[in-house]
């Protein structure tokens, strides 16, 4: 076994089979990549709402590679098995106009600056009320080279992989890939160091991470047509606030929840809504109720109690 290193400037802002790979490696390989932050290191610990305006979206969202693995054919899996993640100190949430669910209620841009405590464990959203979020860091774009000629954005997800913001792809978890190129042409970005599931305001907390992987060609799981993964979640007590939102369209079902959670922390926690939607994009966990007494789909917005102290 061999391990690689990537460096910052080794990245790439599309998915296209034709980029040539960084390095070539052999199954079973680790691979360490520094990354950049989602703004490609636009945005600093220094910045404020106004630096938002400023930043050229065509220049987010790169990812660090592409790696070529020897033996890896087309019809293939690859395996990633996450081994480490370090995060900055620092990260960053952003509502960018024209960007994220409740896109046209939050126009304006805002920027909210996160120092994050690895030592202990968390970040504070609000000090004053006892609001902190958990650290649980993991990449949200993991994927290889589609097989289709072209170049293809990274600010969506493929069945290739690409930007799948899944936060339970993290240290310790193994992430399947279908091979649609030979050598797979795998790359990695987006680090996050929290992220609710849906990530509704468009943003985690961004930050810059370093990550290794090991990565395999799998011939036994041709069934691999979009990206698989395994992970283990730690048992515990947690316990959550949760609003829902009922419609018959499930856009517009999700839409509610998460307008209903930003009301209820507005109410009781007396956050400000942006300050609000903010924390449903890095805590608030969406989730499918219902859908089989269609046409009224149930989609629940869950906001752990621990977050929030013991008010909920």
């Known amino acids: 076994m061999s391990i690689h290193a990537l460096k910052r400037h080794q990245c790439n802002l599309a998915w296209d089979n034709s980029i040539p ?3 070539r490696i052999v199954s079973g390989d680790q691979v360490t990549f520094d990354c950049l932050d989602a703004s490609n290191g636009q945005l600093s610990p220094e910045s404020t709402a106004s630096s938002i305006g400023a930043m050229e979206l ?30 900055a ?44 979020i958990p650290l649980r860091p993991f990449a949200g774009e993991m994927g290889v080279a589609p097989g289709k000629k072209g170049s293809f954005s990274t600010i969506p997800p493929y069945p290739t992989g690409g930007n799948i913001d899944t936060k339970h792809v993290t240290v310790g978890s193994t992430l399947y890939l279908p091979i649609e190129v030979e050598g797979a042409l795998f790359s990695i970005g987006d680090g996050h160091a929290a992220q609710g599931d849906g990530e509704v305001c468009g943003t985690a907390i961004e930050t810059p991470m370093k990550v290794t992987v090991r990565l395999t060609v799998r011939k036994d799981k041709s069934y691999t047509k979009t990206p698989h993964f395994s992970t283990s979640i730690s048992s515990s007590d947690e316990e959550y606030y949760c609003t829902t939102g009922v419609d018959s ?29 903010m924390l449903c994009s890095v805590a608030g966990d969406l989730r499918m109720h219902e859908v089989v007494d269609m046409p009224n789909y149930v989609i629940g917005m869950m906001m752990p109690k621990s977050v929030l102290g013991e008010k909920a």
């Open 89 to 132: 100190d620092w990260g960053w949430t952003a509502l960018i106009p024209g960007f994220g669910l409740l896109t046209d209620e939050y126009p304006a841009p805002a920027l909210k600056i996160w120092k994050l405590n690895h030592k202990e464990g968390f970040a504070w959203f609000n000090e004053a009320k006892g609001m902190k």
């Open 21 to 23: 790979p960084v390095v």
């Open 249 to 277: 369209d499930i856009k517009e079902a999700t839409r509610s929840a998460v307008r209903n959670m930003i009301e209820f922390l507005v109410t009781e926690y007396e956050l400000d809504k942006v300050d609000a939607y």
């Open 58 to 87: 065509s220049l987010c969202d790169q990812v660090n590679g592409p790696v070529y693995v020897e033996g890896a054919d087309v019809g293939d899996t690859l395996q990633v098995d996450v081994l480490s993640i370090e995060n």
